[in-house]
């Protein structure tokens, strides 16, 4: 997934929004400011995000990413299982 370190050549780490869901990316020295000013980060829906000093920030970029791609993976993976019961039911009512 291309993000603002491929594009812009920018250290940047993956977030998602505690009140959309949505993903976004903060580049690490606006996420490092805003941990060391107790500030918060905002989704681009303008959702605050609070900063909370978590393991993974201990990672840097690349294996950050990779912690969001698992994460991400892993919902999609529960998606498409809930997807399939649902076929798996309307499949039952047309017969
Ligand atoms: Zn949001």
């Not at 950050?64 to 798996?88: D, Y």
Request: net charge positive.
């Amino acid at each position: 997934m291309p993000g603002l370190t491929e594009i812009f050549g920018m250290e940047a780490s993956w977030h998602r929004c505690e009140e959309c869901g949505l993903p976004f990316q903060v580049p690490t020295y606006l996420y490092d400011h805003a941990c060391w000013h107790k500030k918060s980060i905002y989704c681009p829906y303008g959702h605050e995000n609070k900063v909370i000093l978590r393991t993974d920030q201990t990672l840097d970029g690349k294996e950050q990413t990779i912690v969001f791609l698992k994460k991400e993976g892993n919902e999609l993976a529960r998606r498409l299982s809930a997807a399939k019961g649902q076929i798996t039911k309307l499949k039952k009512r047309v017969k």
